[in-house]
Nanobody
Framework: QVQLVESGGGLVHAGDSLKLSCAAS????????MAWFRQAPGKEREFVTL????????YYADSVKGRFTISKDNAKRTVYLQMNRLIPEDTAVYSC???????????????????WGQGTQVTVSS
């Protein structure tokens, strides 16, 4: 049974930092592409960032580039999202997602991912 479990969300002030974690079990993590998506109330789920299976490739949405950093620890079967200089517009439920090895194909849409966590709430107050 595949499980992705996020943690680290919370309520912070604008300018603060948070680090989210997503622990994976039940599948071969080292060959997976991992991504973070977020969904704010009344909005569609949007791509935040992804990291390729080896950790050598990372994509970021323009809205978070320079502020967020994704990393993947294959030994711990965990992917992290370091979020710095948070702004109120970052408020959303953040979910991690996984897809099996797919070479150089790194999707930035939800349909590209097979496995999903339940999400963790991040709220940034102004």
């Amino acid at each position: 049974q595949v499980q992705l479990v996020e943690s680290g969300g919370g309520l912070v002030h604008a300018g603060d930092s948070l680090k989210l974690s997503c622990a994976a079990s039940g599948r071969t993590f080292s060959s997976d592409t991992m991504a973070w998506f977020r969904q704010a109330p009344g909005k569609e789920r949007e791509f935040v960032t992804l990291v390729g299976w080896s950790g050598g490739v990372a994509y970021y949405a323009d809205s978070v580039k320079g502020r967020f950093t994704i990393s993947k620890d294959n030994a711990k079967r965990t992917v992290y999202l370091q979020m710095n200089r948070l702004i109120p517009e970052d408020t959303a439920v953040y979910s991690c997602a996984a897809r099996g090895y797919s070479g150089n194909y790194y999707p930035t849409t939800p349909s590209g991912y097979t496995y999903w966590g339940q999400g963790t709430q991040v709220t940034v107050s102004s």
